[in-house]
């Protein structure tokens, strides 16, 4: 079944690091490029990174700089190595397909809550 598992959020203060994974069911994982999206109350879900099957990363431009996102196809792991960390990157932080525009998605994991405060 799918699975959409992302681990490694928390606590940490403005400036400090975090590395999030995201577990994924093999048939989501090899067959797409990936994303990582974050969403806080109130606020629209934002696609801060994303990577080909290739490999080639993209960044929105808030994190551009801070962040890393990486994949490990072997392990059908995705990972976000997020430096620098701002308040305003207080969110819960969500694994899933990078797909083009218009593409309704129909299954998010729990996520993985980051807040960043002193």
């Known amino acids: 079944q799918e699975q959409l598992v992302e681990s490694g959020g928390g606590l940490v203060q403005p400036g400090g690091s975090l590395r999030l994974s995201c577990a994924a069911s093999?048939?989501?994982?090899?067959?797409?490029?990936m994303g990582w999206f974050r969403q806080a109350p109130g606020k629209p879900r934002e696609l801060v990174a994303s990577i080909t099957t290739g490999g080639t990363p993209s960044y929105a431009d808030s994190v551009k700089g801070r962040f890393t996102i990486s994949r490990d196809n072997a392990k059908s792991t995705l990972y976000l190595q997020m430096s620098s960390l701002k308040p305003e990157d207080t969110a819960v932080y969500l694994c899933n397909k990078d797909l083009p525009p218009g593409y309704v998605y129909d299954y998010w994991g729990q996520g993985t809550q980051v807040t960043v405060a002193s």
């Open positions: 093999p048939s989501i994982f090899s067959n797409n490029a």
